[in-house]
């Protein structure tokens, strides 16, 4: 069983993809599409779902917070489909551009990212009308980066543990 949802967010555009091998899917993935940027991609699973639900839209960059493959997982897809750059943190253009390795648990619930080159992101990413910069916050994995939209107060975090209760379970260490 498979999950796709579109939710508005004023300007910003949250899509909800979540894949179940068999049942429902044990965590959802989000990313986010703002101003033809989209930040994160969902995991690749999902990907033949997540074109159709793009399909018709006006895509200028995509900008990864991190590396992992559910956050990674249909750039290179997105980037060829679209002709666009792909943009993320040093670390995270080492690790799509080698390709990482997964354990066998994260292949069968998002499936492996394929490996891509990013552009660096520079101080600063803009669209026609938002800015955001990204913060480097290295924790749940070195290549971690946050978006801020300072005019707006958001902030983009590919992954961030708060919350009751408190998910713990999936946090693993990268080297």
């Known amino acids: 069983m498979n999950i796709a949802e579109i939710k508005q967010f004023d300007a910003v555009e949250a899509i909800k ?10 965590m959802s ?23 159709q639900l793009l399909d018709g839209k006006e895509l200028h960059r995509i900008l990864l917070t991190h590396h992992h493959e559910d956050h990674s997982g249909n750039a290179a897809a997105l980037q060829r489909r679209y002709h666009i750059d792909a943009c993320g943190h040093p670390l ?7 390709g990482f390795p997964i354990l066998p648990y994260q292949r ?3 499936g492996k990212s394929e490996p891509l080159a990013l552009q660096p992101l520079g101080s600063a990413v803009e669209s026609d009308r938002f800015r955001l910069v990204p ?24 992954d961030l543990y708060l919350g009751q209760p408190m998910k713990t379970s999936m946090t693993r260490l990268i080297p």
Do not use: C
Not at 31 to 47: K, N
């Open 17 to 26: 993809l979540g894949f179940g091998p068999i049942g429902p899917p044990l």
């Open 92 to 98: 995270t253009a080492q690790k799509m551009a080698a």
């Open 135 to 158: 913060v480097h916050t290295p924790g749940h994995s070195r290549d971690h980066t946050v978006f801020w939209e300072n005019t707006r107060g958001w902030l983009f975090a590919g």
């Open 29 to 51: 993935v989000y990313l986010y599409i703002l101003d033809g940027l989209v930040i994160d991609t969902g995991q690749r699973h999902m990907q033949k779902t997540l074109i």
């Open 108 to 110: 069968l619930a998002w």
